[in-house]
């Protein structure tokens, strides 16, 4: 996955976002959520980006 890549097309969300926001101090899916309001739209994206969300935090 590139890190430009779009998980969450509602708020356009992509996976350096997601990053920054874990390494701004988020150490769970709801608080990168609420950093990014990540899944919070449409919901479609929701199973894919807590995978993603979950994977980057247990690195």
């Not at 779009?6 to 708020?11: D, H, K, L, Q």
């Not at 899944?39 to 807590?50: F, P, Q, R, S, V």
């Amino acid at each position: 996955m590139n890190k430009d890549d779009v998980i969450c097309t509602c708020f356009n969300v992509t996976l350096k976002d997601v990053e920054d926001a874990i390494k701004n101090g988020a150490k769970s899916f709801d608080e990168v959520q609420e950093a990014t309001n990540i899944g919070t739209g449409c919901g479609a994206c929701l199973e894919n980006a807590e995978e993603i969300v979950n994977n980057l935090l247990s690195k």
